[in-house]
């Protein structure tokens, strides 16, 4: 992709210069501006909170494993899953990948010295954390007992708890969200390396590009929406309240208007890192780059006007439900183009099953199976049986945890060589990815049936019939907290004892791994030049030729 | 119960319309389930590094066509499964005219059924087999949600609004009732039962329960409780319009619209009485929101839809 002159009159030490010997103190950590380094500080912080999510998970999965309410009183329960789509939908899947992958590797594949900000980088995970303690004070002092969704009149007049700390906490984490998300646009707008165009760019980034421009736009609302439920329990005033002519449903419209692209936040940068582990261990061109690239803008725009699906029984209009319905199904068509040109990149390929492929060939998998589930809740009639069951429980842990997560954690194995310099042991990581996905589906296909057969979500206890069904999702539950633990365990391991990887482990292409690894504090000994596009893992005339052809003039040459 | 069920109960005319589109995206799911995984694990297998199958030059056809193919394939797929369940929708819109009307009101953590008869219910819900049955619903204090597994029925119920649900009985026995919308901590005991008679059961039934006035006359005694017959009485000391045939017909507003006034249009009347004022009379009558309650909001329009047919011969 570019050649990187090393500097000839760098010192040649044992170890090159890193970012992470650029300084030992916890001074030189809090006070940071290195990119590298503020995505660490967002990686402990999301760690911490994806077990705090995670605790409550298991939480409810023990009391369901029984039909009776016998673990947790009826609060409790409520409490735990409140707490646990909070934390997990906020404090860790909407920042997940773009504030530590994205944060780390987008100046780095753009050929970058920093991101375009990089004080507002920093000042967004303080931001971050401050959320985090409200949220910490929140759980502290009882929880709430409000559903994730905060549904009024029930979270403005009748829920008890620490209502307006939940609120206050997720509305000051949209402020880290927004700050990362216009770092991201002005870093891809201006930070690029001459030659970088714009159809040059890895997947990756115009993942990166399309959530932040998501973010951007749908976060506002949701702040709005908060502070009206903060506005109407806190002082008063009758906003949603129908004894005042206020409408509960306009809070339903305000919030899904943000929730519903907040599932694509947590999708979109999903595909970047599938595309970038698909080539590599693929050794082939994507198929179909335009497309993927269209694909993914087409999901941020149209994924802002399906939001009323989320409706359909909520006493909408049944016309309002028709259009909704319509433009849920349209929305499906670009995420069948990315499987599809994800399955055809294999195509005369010359595969390897290193771990990070293993994690994403389970993604393909799980978003195949929760995309689909997609059209039956975008059919009015279908989703008016399932809407408020487990099966809408099942379809969205396949898209966010099975999707998100998977990709997550295949993005962590892939770059972990260039995030620490070190190996993590292969063996491990492959039993691991393969665990996942088979727990994950263990854990959440019995959740489909269930909420076929009619078992309704956020129910502290169930009729008997529906107990097998829990059983066997909690039986899977168990198999699947293994899964996570285990990379957890072996990645810190390798911290210490790991070997040491190289520059370039994977012989892939992409400018973050023309440096070295772990990277200098400013990236790169000498300004990249770009003159190719991503991916050329093979001659062109073997590949995929979808795009133009590349124009005779080529920008940013070598001179 | 013998062995563990796989497939709801069908119990409703609905219920086997909307398990028709279930099995066909059921069907459509899996064949592109196995198209994905087979060819993803074909070309896994075949292509995997150091195998000898060929990797020339890609044939001219896996270009910029088979990109266009499958996307046109995807939305003409997308367009059919959203028409089909589209027109499947739209044909159960409308409940048919000479529904049985029953009323239900949600509160924290129960649900409260009135008969047409008088007759009234916790938790449970009698219905007549065959006979369509429209359900008008309302909520006292958070939103709950009407969910019948066995009749693909759910709704949700609203304070401060009137929702609706319709469906007609295809199979006598008794189905699973429950809150599907999260209302707060006892939100999964919010449950009871929806027994499904036959016709002469049913009118057993209904006679059996404890002898009483109908929905319409106690809606006539809380008219005149509440106070609204000092004032909507022909002659009376305040000029306000008359309700007697008012049901059902179109009425002029002060501001030049004309709204049909259905039952949404009576509650909201008697709760927002400023919002829509008929023509030529004076915005004088005080909300009765907080005053009356659910219940009696429920019997007094009962009340006033009954003067529609004792004003029309």
Redesign the interface.
């Known amino acids: 992709m570019s050649e990187v002159a090393f500097d000839p009159t760098a010192p040649h030490g044992v170890h090159p210069p890193s970012y992470l010997t650029a300084g030992h103190t916890l001074r030189s950590w809090l006070t940071t501006t290195d990119h590298k380094r503020i995505a660490i500080l967002y990686m402990l912080a999301l760690t911490l909170f994806f077990f705090i999510g995670g605790i409550a998970a298991a939480l409810i999965r023990l009391e369901l494993f029984t039909p009776a309410g016998d673990l947790l009183t009826a609060e409790g329960y409520n409490r735990a899953f409140t707490l646990h789509g909070v934390i997990m939908v906020w404090f860790f899947l909407v920042p997940s990948i773009p504030v530590t992958l994205g944060n780390f590797l987008v100046p780095l594949m753009i050929g970058a010295e920093d991101m375009a900000f990089p004080r507002l980088n920093l000042l967004s995970w303080y931001i971050f954390m401050a959320a985090g303690l409200l949220a910490a004070f929140t759980i502290l002092a009882g929880g709430v007992e409000t559903g994730w969704t905060f549904y009024t009149p029930l979270a403005t007049a009748f829920a008890n708890g620490n209502v307006l700390a939940a609120a206050g906490a997720v509305f000051v984490a949209g402020f880290s969200s927004i700050a990362t998300g216009v770092n991201l646009i002005a870093t891809i707008h201006t930070q690029r390396a001459p030659g970088m165009t714009w159809f040059r760019l890895p997947l990756f980034v115009w993942g990166m590009y399309t959530v932040s421009i998501v973010i951007v736009l749908a976060t506002p609302v949701l702040a709005m929406a908060l502070l009206l439920i903060m506005a109407e329990r806190g002082l008063g005033l009758p906003i949603f309240d129908p004894a005042h002519g206020g409408d509960p449903l306009l809070f339903q419209h305000l919030f899904w208007f943000y929730s519903h692209p907040a599932v694509y936040i947590m999708i979109l940068p999903s595909f970047g890192v599938i595309s970038e582990l698909v080539t590599c261990f693929a050794r082939r061109r994507i198929f179909g780059y335009e497309f993927m690239v269209y694909a993914m803008a087409w999901i941020s725009i149209v994924g802002f006007l399906v939001w009323g699906h989320h409706m359909f029984v909520s006493g909408m209009s049944s016309y309002a439900s028709l259009v909704f319905s319509f433009l849920s199904f349209v929305v499906a068509v670009p995420s069948a183009i990315k499987v599809f040109n994800w399955t055809f990149t294999f195509y005369r390929g010359e595969i390897g099953f290193a771990a990070p492929m293993l994690y994403a060939i389970g993604f393909i998998g799980l978003f195949t199976v929760g995309g689909l589930t997609g059209l039956f809740l975008a059919s009015v009639p279908v989703d008016v049986h399932v809407t408020d069951t487990y099966f809408v429980v099942a379809h969205f842990h396949y898209i966010m945890v099975g999707g998100a997560v998977s990709a997550f954690y295949g993005g962590l194995h892939f770059w972990w060589p260039k995030i620490t310099g070190r190996l993590y042991p292969e063996a491990w990581a492959r039993f691991a990815a393969v665990l996942m996905f088979f727990g994950f589906a263990f854990t959440f296909t019995p959740m489909f049936l269930m909420g076929f057969l009619g078992m309704p979500r956020r129910y502290y206890s169930y009729p008997a019939e529906f107990q097998i069904w829990h059983v066997l999702a909690s039986a899977g539950a168990l198999l699947l907290a293994f899964a996570y633990l285990l990379p957890m365990a072996y990645l810190a391991w390798s911290l210490r004892w790991g070997r040491r990887a190289g520059d370039n482990p994977w012989q892939a292409t992409g400018l973050e791994w023309s440096t070295t690894s772990p990277p200098p504090p400013h990236n790169f000994a000498t300004m990249p030049r770009v003159a190719e596009g991503p991916y050329l893992y093979h001659p062109a005339e073997t590949g995929p030729q979808h795009g133009q052809p590349e124009p005779e003039q080529k920008q940013g040459d070598h001179p | 119960?013998g062995g563990?069920?796989?497939?709801?109960a069908q119990a409703s005319a609905?219920a086997p319309?909307?398990d028709a589109?279930?099995s066909l995206?059921l069907v459509?799911?899996a064949v592109?389930?196995l198209l994905?995984?087979g060819?993803?694990l074909g070309?896994?297998i075949r292509?995997?590094?150091?195998s000898k199958?060929?990797?020339?030059?890609?044939p001219a056809i896996?270009?910029?066509d088979?990109?266009i193919g499958?996307?046109s394939a995807?939305?003409f797929l997308?367009?059919f499964?959203?028409w089909?369940?589209?027109a499947?929708?739209?044909a159960?819109?409308q409940p048919p005219p000479q529904a049985l009307e029953i009323r239900v009101i949600g509160r924290?953590w129960m649900w409260e059924v009135r008969h047409p008869s008088g007759a009234r219910e916790l938790d449970e819900l009698h219905v007549p087999l065959g006979e369509p049955v429209r359900l008008v619903m309302s909520a006292e204090?958070?939103?709950h949600?009407f969910?019948v597994?066995?009749f693909?029925?759910?709704?949700?119920v609203?304070?401060?609004?009137l929702?609706e649900a319709w469906f007609t009985a295809t199979q006598p026995g008794e189905y699973?009732l429950?809150?599907?919308?999260?209302?707060?901590?006892?939100?999964?005991?919010m449950?009871g039962r929806v027994v499904v008679l036959p016709p002469e059961d049913y009118a057993r039934w209904s006679h059996a329960q404890p002898e009483g006035d109908n929905l319409a006359q106690q809606g006539a005694k809380a008219f005149v409780a509440l106070g609204c017959a000092g004032c909507h009485v022909a002659g009376g000391p305040v000029h306000a319009p008359g309700l007697a045939g008012l049901y059902g017909r179109q009425v002029a507003l002060a501001d030049g619209r004309r709204v049909m006034a259905d039952e949404a249009y009576l509650r909201d009347s008697i709760l927002?009485p400023r919002?829509d004022v008929v023509a030529g009379y004076d915005p004088v009558m005080p909300s009765f929101?907080?005053v009356a309650s659910e219940a009696e909001l429920q019997r007094v329009v009962a009340y006033l839809m009954s003067l529609r047919e004792a004003a029309t011969p």
């Open positions: 119960m563990v069920a796989l497939w709801p609905e319309r909307v589109i279930f995206l459509v799911s592109i389930i994905v995984a060819l993803l070309f896994a292509y995997r590094r150091g199958a060929p990797r020339g030059r890609l896996l270009s910029r088979i990109e499958w996307t995807t939305a997308a367009l499964l959203f089909w369940a589209g499947a929708q739209l159960a819109v924290q204090d958070v939103i949600s969910f597994p066995a693909r029925l759910k709704q949700d609203v304070p401060g609004r929702t699973h429950f809150c599907a919308e999260f209302c707060g901590t006892e939100h999964s005991a449950r927002l919002q929101a907080g």
